[in-house]
Each structure stands twice: as structure tokens, then as C-alpha cells.
């Protein structure tokens, strides 16, 4: 449908026919202060149009109303085509046309709503109006329609908009809360082009207050001006985080409908809910042909998590895309996003450490095998745990040496310091004992040996930078190395008499083998000698 087959619908006599079309002298016209477009044409834009003018004349009709009312008689208000009518001022202003210049309208009984609906109409059909103008259009009709009618007229006026706009009801709502609730500040630097129209939407939905305490830290206090360059890097700071970079999508990017915003040459999709629905299909499509292909070995492997650390892998390209037949590593991120590395082989480093934590998880889960085998009565604390907490109880720095040692170890003393390792506090917490004791720490048990010999203050910051999760393991079957060397540390051994672990009957006779031959072995001794 054309403008002018809109507009004659919108005002079209009961007789069904339209409005005719007269010849009115250009200086009979003027434009109306309801016109939405506040945001004047550029003067090449003029320029452009009255060329056209020109060459071809005036081929569209303007919409008008006639000025009464106390009026002077004979002059005409412009409804549409105040562009055709400028153009031709600047036709007259350069000598080519005078003000009887013959343009065509139609005149029609409008009121100021009617007015109002017509420029809008028009404009944005020709996609012509600056957000501000069309919201500030928006805000006047929803306004002048729900002014005695409450919430229900109100939702009529945003459902009739919508319908004479062909808009959703959706942007009609979020053009009329940039007209009523964008505060004054913001309105300005969207109107200057210092503030994206995305970010616009999403302060208008806030507080007033919320609003203005996002714009504080853009203003300087000492001059109350606002910084521009501030005011973009909130875009990044304060609202990205809730996007989603289109650069990261697993799935077809036209799959995707929602608003993008550009920061930096950068697309972001502002429906975070939206594209994280398609991410989500997307990976688990990934994750079933990966599994498939990894099981097929025709690619390195195939691991999923929610931690990556760049450093355990080498990225191998063919060309510029990563290797076909390398790893692949799919990433969950704690809030929902998700990530794809390609083109992945482990180091040497990793392999190594996932083969030791592969040794220590098997080993342990015999342990714990082991002893939940045991019949509950024989399921006793080994009095050595006593014996150990008692003295770390007495002695901070070492309870300290102990519970740092479980944050940084591979192999926990979980029941000792009732503390368990934190593997992101890991990395941290050695950087940090290393720059307090100037070398590198030790690994392994003597990484609790350097612990131990260590005064409380620097222990004590060296435990601020690790992270503890309680647990207890009570029981010990075979103490690690570790655990012996706690014992040994702290002077505690198991008396005989209070063992755990009974000799089975099969173990009987070689340990009586053992102390037959250790009394015969001065007689075979003896012999010798003879």
C-alpha cells in the first residue's frame, strides 16, 4: 500500500470516495508544529529532492487542513509532504520558482490527533523519523487516547497504534517509555548520537533512580559535563554482559531474529534468552556428532566442562581453519553460555597430570571402596587423628602449614585441618607463597615439610589466597605419603594393641614364618661357624 492510499484510508469520506486532489499556491502553505519530525532534513537532502522537483515536478499529493478559527482565512497547514514543501523553498530561494508555484493537495476536516497519526504514517513509511521524534509521536497519541479511559484505554491505544503503524505492540511500548521515561540527561545524548538507541530502550525500563546512577560515573563532578567516551564504554561495561556476541554462535546466524547491536565492529544479539536457546540446540547436536567422531577416531578427542585453561592445549591449523582432525573442547560457562575450541591437542604437561590425577582418583576410590567394605564395628577413627588435630590445635602456624597444604596439593589431608583442596585457588595460592618466601615452592610432600617450618604471618596471608571447602575422612587404612609424614612430624605412631587392621588367617603363618626364621637364624649362624 503507498503512502497516499494510507492516508486516504486513514480519512476517506462515508461515501467511500477519496478525497479529490486540488492545485494550491506553495506561499498558501505552511508547515504544522505537530508535525512528529523534529529533527529537520539534511541540506543535501533538500537539495537532492528539489532537484527532482525540478526535473519532474511535485508527484505526490501533500495532505492538508485548512487554518480557521480566528485564523487568517486561505492559508493551509501541512499534514504530509512538508518535505515536497521545503524543496520547493528551495527552488524559490534559488530563483527557479516563486511562491505561486502550483503544488497538489488534498484538503481534508482533520483534528490535531489525525495530524499527528498522518506524519507519523508517512515518515515511517519512508523510515524518515529519528527514534526521539517517532517515540515523542508515539507518546502524544497513546496520551491524547488514554487521558479519561484508564489501563483499559490504554491498552486499546497501544493495540490501535500498533494496527495503524504496522508495528508490533512491542515497539509501539518501547517507543512511548522512551518518551515518558528516558530521563532528560539520556534523552539528550540519544538525540546527539552519543548513546545507542539499544542502550536507550534498556534505561528507559529502569528507575529513575537507577537511571542516574548509571549516568554517574560518566559525569565529572568538578564541571557536571558528561564524558562521550564514558558513555560508550557503558555499553561495554554495563550491558554486554548480558548480551551475546554473535561471533560465538554455534548455530546459523540468520537462525537468530532479534535486535543486534554493534560495539567496536562487534555484533551482539541483545536477546540473550533468544540466542541462548539456539546455542543450546546447537551444542547438544555438537556434542552427539563429536562423541561419534572421537569414538571413531577421527578426531583427537572430544571433552566437555565448565573450565578450560588454554595453557593444557596447543591449537594446530590447516590454513586458516583449525585442524579437522584435532580435539575439541566444549566449554559451559556458569551463566549459560557457551563456548567451542577446535583444532586442540593436549601437552605433554597435561597428559602427564591427567594421568597422575587419573592414578590418585583410582587409588582413592579403592581406599574409600575399602573401607566402606569394612563391618561398621571395625569402622573406628585411627587414634592417630586425635593425636595429630590435638597438636595442630596447639600449634596455629602448623594447623595453618596443614590447611594450606590440602588448597595446594594434588593429595589433601582432608581429616587434618577439616579443609579440602579448592583447585581455583590452586595457582593462586603458590604464586602467593612464592613471592612471600622469594623461591619456588616445593611440590608434593615437601611442599608440607616447607609449609611446616614456615612462621604464622606469612602462612596466615598465604591462606588468604586460597579457598576452602570443609569435609572430613576420618578414617585411615594405609596412610599416604603425606599423612606418614604429618605422623612423623608430629612425633605420633600407632601402638600395636590398637591396629585396625587384624592379621587374617593367611597372613597368620608367614608372619610366623617370619619371626621362626628370624630365631633360627643365629643357630643357622652358629652352624656356620662350627
Sequence with gaps: MSVAESLDRLDAPASGIASPITLIAHRQ???????????????????????????????QNLVVRQLVHGQVHGQYEIAAGEGRWRAVVNLIDDGRADGDYMMPVTVRELSDEDMIEIGLIENLQRNELHPLDEAQAFFELYRARARTGGKKAAAEAVDYLAGKVHRSKRYVQKRIRLARDLIPQWRTLLDQGVLSLTVANILSAMPEAAQKDELEPCTDHDTGTIDEDEVRRLTVRAFTRDWRALSTALFDKMAYDGEVEE??????????DAFDALQKQAAADLTKKFRAQAKAGTIAFFAEGHYFNPADYEQQKDGDEPDPAAGVFLLRHPFGTISLYR???????????????????????????????KPEAER??????????????????EYLAVYIYNDLSDEPLDWAADGSGNWNGKAAGLKRLAKLTGT??????????????????????????????PAEIP????????????????????PDELALTKASPKQKPKTGAKRTASKSKPT???????
Design 263 to 272: 560495539i567496536d565492529g562487534d555484533d551482539f544479539a541483545t536477546d540473550s
Design 380 to 397: 573406628k577413627p585411627d587414634p592417630r587423628v586425635a593425636s595429630v588435630r590435638a597438636h595442630l590445635a596447639a600449634n596455629p602456624a
Design 440 to 469: 619456588t615452592p616445593p611440590k608434593g610432600v615437601r611442599l608440607l615439610e616447607h609449609l611446616l617450618q614456615q612462621n604464622l604471618k606469612l602462612l596466615i596471608d598465604v591462606w588468604v589466597a586460597t579457598v576452602d571447602d
Design 29 to 59: 502553505l505552511q508547515p504544522s508544529p505537530l508535525n512528529p519530525r523534529k529533527h529537520a532534513r539534511s541540506e543535501s537532502e533538500i537539495a537532492e529532492l528539489a532537484a527532482s522537483v525540478a526535473d519532474r515536478g511535485v508527484l
Design 343 to 373: 583444532g586442540l591437542f593436549k601437552t605433554v604437561e597435561a597428559v602427564a597430570r591427567e594421568s597422575k590425577e587419573k592414578k590418585v582418583k583410582t587409588e582413592r576410590a579403592k581406599r574409600e571402596k575399602k573401607t566402606a567394605a
Design 524 to 530: 643357622t649362624k652358629k652352624g656356620k661357624n662350627k
Design 475 to 494: 578414617f585411615i587404612d594405609k596412610p599416604t605419603a603425606a599423612e606418614q609424614t604429618l605422623f612423623d612430624y608430629c612425633g605420633v605412631t600407632l
